[in-house]
């Protein structure tokens, strides 16, 4: 769907545009706003630029850059730190070959960092896209990662 | 409603009126708490914390910005944990913070910080980690430089943008400590910012800085600052000039006065650079033998006498004329056409008024009997519907705007806006009604049938204040009969359903403003369509109270002034009738010249003007601050008319097209180097100031008057300062009456104010309405046809106006790199579906012929700003005179041209 026909699903009203702004990204194949999106969305809402960016930059979900088909968030608050997320980090890493807020070669994985995902009772825990994944170890990592890199074989 | 209250600052008793916060409670009583983010201007942020302060039965450190002076309150500002807090918070902030300086801005937060002892790094607790942050500069834009390590997120920037001019360009990106300002996506040159600087004026540590002069201003060496009347538009903005070494190096909004408050425009703010300009006319000239060559005053003013004196002998006093000036004071103008009346003996003096506001005027005169505007600008703010027609106010009064605005934004008030071309305030606006050019009679009389039909009319008002009471509106009512919605939508291609709806929002406001300009004025039936509006707000009964009424804001800087002083063919100062015996006595005494010399004839106006000079009638001219070669309407007709003049002389502060043509150039000052006053838009007599000397001998054009009638043997009398001829205007115009200099000092005064106790006057018609009878008049009209159509060979009809960044002739504003960075190529809109057929893309460069004459090579701009078969051009480009385009067919009743409609025909470039 362009970029035109994605917006115009919402009435031009101010309070549409985290909405918008979601629909843009998610409909993106970067996973990202690009500056066009962003200046159709000011102009569509009759807002300045700078209001679309301040937004779009305020929130850790949004990206400006192209990213990968998988969005893993890793949570770095204060349980997960104390459950070594640190480890599971740098596992992450090396299996990907990146280091956090980069993108793999083959554009599938982005790795994040997030604040609390709620789930201190399992931690450390990470979101893939919109799944919640928790009680981390080596060999869940592993699994969890070849299972996206399966999906993606798939379609 | 202003009530006083009591309260208690750390023990001493302070009375204020009642709705402050507490910080501009304590401030207006010589309290200095510290504070950062507030600026009394904006809505208070209580982000910086340093206005804390402790109030009696309320728990732990408020902001007093936050809070509101009440009656009794006690409150402690300052004690040890208080100061503790806030040198703690400052030092806070330094760790955050670059402090290199220079010495361009006042810079609040280092003030505090010496205030509270952290100038030496000893006594600080926090290691600067700003380093570490890695802050970003902008300095893309081509006025201002962003830095973000000096910035301390006080939010001021981004409320001045907001609250104060209304554009909210100006946001944060990223979040905590990481946080910073953005225009744009982080590239300010290519955000919708239009260079107002008001965030420059209002951020408190240098983080915003504009770029002119940044090499010259410091303000650890001797500066003096000048308060003065801005020399672009008619909104009168009170300027602080900031001089040093004898150069302007820059301009801020004077806050708190009336009617800016400290705003300012992009031209206000970064176009007094041509003062200094290098090309400014410095000495005398005389052409000889096709050039011109310098010569002393003595020389060039005698033979400027010799040649006037001649001129009468030979041609009789009938063969003289002059311009006078909207760019110069009332004092100069005023000498003018006393000039005109007693050395040339006619009174063939006119400006171009004639060219701008003439029909609107001469509809309120016949209408309500005064020609200004009946509210103050700031009154915009008190409407809750404002109706615009033909008015482009965001670019061509952009701080009356910033009020509009305001009332929409935060009010609530409606916009209704009747323009055939987009502009900027149609975003802010409610309906905007697009009239094909030159049908907006028909649009107004279907208006005023729906108030008719509907019963929307005020019968109380229509038998009290109009004429022939409810009889003049069965007049009215049968002649608007047959404007049915259905055949306005025909005749104007508004469609019906719209324009009953403006009727009906415009008649049911409880205080409507219409804010009507040159695209109402500028045409063939430019009166009519005054009247019409008049009309319709005069059966709604939506004048004479505040909030309502109708305002044209002026164009030029002194516009109003000018017609004030009567440099008008028509009237004497104070729009007395130059055939009104009794008052040609009266000035006669007042001048000490004899009443039969005074001539009771009126006098030529300015295109009448070049008319008789074409028919070789008028054969000497003398043209002070005008460029009519250039704004002139049929400009290949006024360049053979001048070219007739046996002789020629042009005041001015630069060379013009008009100046080329010129037998003597005479140097004169700018603004920056006159004393005298303006009179803005809403009739507020405002001081103009000296701030600098004036270059080389150029001299005030009253000077210059004042001795060619001396040396013509018919001196104007003696005067030793600005202040003594504004004493004979305030004898000779009852609307002065009451104004002397002393009284200007710190605010203007708006006309009419009688007598030296006279408050002056905010609001017209409150009572009557200034004609013989005290009544308002009806003059219902019927549409016709425009007499120049589109047709075959001319397929366009060609509008023409003003953009922001240049002015009028552009004279000046083409002289301020920072204005030309803007804007400074000619152009001409086009409609998508126009450019199709005639196969045209952006930036091509066309050929544009009237019956009149070319315009070679213009860029084409495809945009549905305009409408399709319409075509618009600004007039300010010189290389691209529109007006060789334009008609001089005049408008019967105020003799203006119709410079918004033209047929022409696009031709790609030859």
Known sequence: MSIQKIIRQFEPEQHNLLNILHALQNSSSGNYLSKEAMEETARYLGLTKASVYGVATYYTMFSLKPRGRFIIRICVSPVCELMKVDIIIKQIESILDIKVGETSSDRLFTLELSECLGQCQKAPSMMVNDRVYKCLGKDSIKEIIEKYRQKAKLN | ?910
Request: proline share 5%.
């Open chain 2, 1 to 910: 409603m202003d009530k006083t209250i009591s309260l208690y600052i750390d023990g001493k008793k302070i009375s204020v009126k009642s709705g402050l916060n507490l910080l501009q409670a304590a401030k207006e009583n010589s309290i200095d708490i510290p504070h950062l983010c507030y600026h009394k201007k904006l809505s208070p942020t209580g982000a910086c914390r340093l206005c804390i302060v402790k109030i009696k039965g309320q728990k732990g450190l408020i902001a007093s910005c936050t809070v509101r002076a009440e009656d009794g309150m006690e409150v402690t500002a300052f004690d040890e944990e208080l100061e503790e807090a806030r040198k703690y918070l400052l030092d806070y902030l330094l760790s955050e913070h670059d402090e290199s300086r220079d010495a361009t801005y006042r810079d609040e937060f280092r003030e505090l910080v010496l205030r509270y002892g952290l100038g030496e790094k000893k006594n600080r607790k926090f290691a600067p980690i700003w380093k570490h942050i890695g802050y970003p500069k902008d300095n893309s834009s081509p006025v201002l430089t962003y830095d973000a390590a000096k910035c301390i997120k006080c939010f001021r920037c981004i409320k001045a943008c907001d609250e104060v001019q209304g554009k909210n360009v100006l946001s944060f990106t990223k979040r905590g400590i990481a946080s910073y300002i953005t225009g744009g996506f982080e590239k300010w040159s290519e955000s919708e910012c239009d260079g107002c600087g008001e965030c420059i004026q209002l951020c408190p540590t240098g983080a915003i800085v504009e770029k002119p002069h940044r090499g010259e201003i410091n303000f650890e060496k001797e500066h003096k600052k000048v308060r003065t009347t801005c020399p672009y538009c008619g909104v009168g903005c009170q300027l602080e000039l900031i001089v040093q070494d004898g150069r302007i190096v820059r301009a801020n909004g004077a806050e708190g006065v009336s009617p800016n408050d400290g705003r300012l425009c992009v031209k206000g703010r970064f176009g007094c650079d041509y003062v200094n300009h290098p090309e400014r006319l410095k000495v005398p000239l005389i052409k000889k033998g096709g050039r011109f060559v310098e010569a002393g005053w003595d020389e060039a003013l005698d033979l400027v006498a010799d040649k006037f004196n001649e001129t009468i002998k030979k041609h009789g006093k009938k063969a003289l004329a002059g311009y006078a000036s909207a760019k110069t004071t009332n004092e100069d103008n005023y000498l003018f056409m006393k000039f005109i009346r007693t050395v040339f003996g006619n009174n063939n003096v006119d400006y171009c008024t004639r060219l701008c506001h003439a029909s609107t005027v001469t509809a309120m005169l016949r209408s309500l009997g005064d020609g200004a505007g009946s509210n103050s600008i700031e009154d915009y703010e008190n409407s809750d519907c404002i109706l615009v027609t033909g008015n482009n106010m965001t670019e061509t009064h952009p701080v009356t705007a910033t009020f509009v605005k305001h009332a929409a934004q935060r009010k609530g008030a409606r916009i209704i806006i009747i323009d055939p071309k987009w502009t900027p305030l149609v975003k802010e606006s409610h309906i905007w009604l697009q009239p094909g050019l030159g049908t907006d009679v028909a649009l107004l009389n279907g208006m005023i049938r729906v108030i008719i039909e509907e019963d929307l009319i005020d019968r109380r008002f229509i038998k009290k204040r109009v004429k022939g009471g409810m009889q003049a509106l069965d007049e009215l009512r049968a002649l608007t009969a047959k404007y049915t919605p259905e055949y306005v939508e025909k005749v104007c291609g508004v469609p019906a359903d719209l324009m009953q709806k403006a009727a009906r929002i415009y008649a049911g406001a409880r205080r409507p403003l219409i804010a009507t300009g040159m695209g109402y004025s500028q045409q063939l039936t430019g009166t009519h369509n005054v009247f019409c509006l008049i009309n319709m707000m005069l059966i709604s009964g939506q004048i004479g109270r505040k909030g309502a009424g109708i305002n044209p804001p002026r164009g030029q800087n002194n516009v109003q002034g000018v017609s004030d002083v009567g440099a008008s063919p028509f009237t004497y100062p104070g729009y007395v009738p130059v055939g009104d015996d009794e008052n040609r006595r009266k000035i006669a005494g007042i001048w000490g010249v004899p009443y039969e010399e005074l001539d009771p004839e009126k006098g030529l106006s300015t295109i009448e003007i070049m008319q008789a000079a074409y028919r070789g009638e008028i054969r000497a001219m003398y043209i002070m601050g005008e460029n009519p070669m250039l704004t002139d309407p049929n400009l290949n007709h006024t360049e053979e008319a001048i070219k007739k003049l046996d002789f020629l002389v042009v005041q001015d502060i630069f060379h013009t097209e008009t100046t080329a043509l010129a037998d003597v150039v005479l140097p004169a000052t700018s603004f920056a180097e006159s004393e005298g006053t303006f009179v803005n838009s809403d009739r507020r007599v405002l001081r103009v100031r000296r701030a600098v000397d004036p270059p080389g001998q150029a001299r005030q054009d009253w000077e210059i008057i004042a001795e060619i009638a001396e040396k013509m043997g018919r001196p104007l009398g003696k005067y030793r300062s600005e202040s003594e001829i504004w004493d004979e205007i305030a004898r000779t115009s009852p609307i002065f009456a009451g104004i002397s200099y002393d009284r200007l000092e710190e605010k203007g005064i708006q006309w009419p104010c009688t007598s030296s106790e006279h408050p002056g006057t905010s609001t017209l018609f409150e009572e009557k309405f200034n004609t013989p009878d005290g009544l308002g008049r009806l003059h219902p009209v019927d549409y016709a046809e425009q007499s120049e159509k589109s047709g075959s060979e001319y397929p366009y009809i060609l509008n023409t106006g003003r953009i922001l960044y240049q002015y009028h002739s552009s004279t000046m504003s083409r002289r301020n790199s920072s204005l030309n960075q803007f804007a400074n190529e000619a152009y001409v809109l086009v409609h998508p579906e126009d450019a199709k057929k005639q196969g045209l893309s952006d930036k091509m460069k066309v050929d544009i012929s009237s019956r009149r004459g070319t315009v070679r090579s213009v860029a084409v701009k495809i945009s549905t700003d305009v409408l399709e078969g319409e075509l618009f051009m600004p007039f300010h480009y010189a290389e691209a005179p529109v007006n060789r385009l334009t008609r001089d067919e005049l408008d019967p009743y105020s003799k203006i041209a119709p410079f918004k409609l033209s047929a022409v025909r696009l031709e790609a470039a030859k």
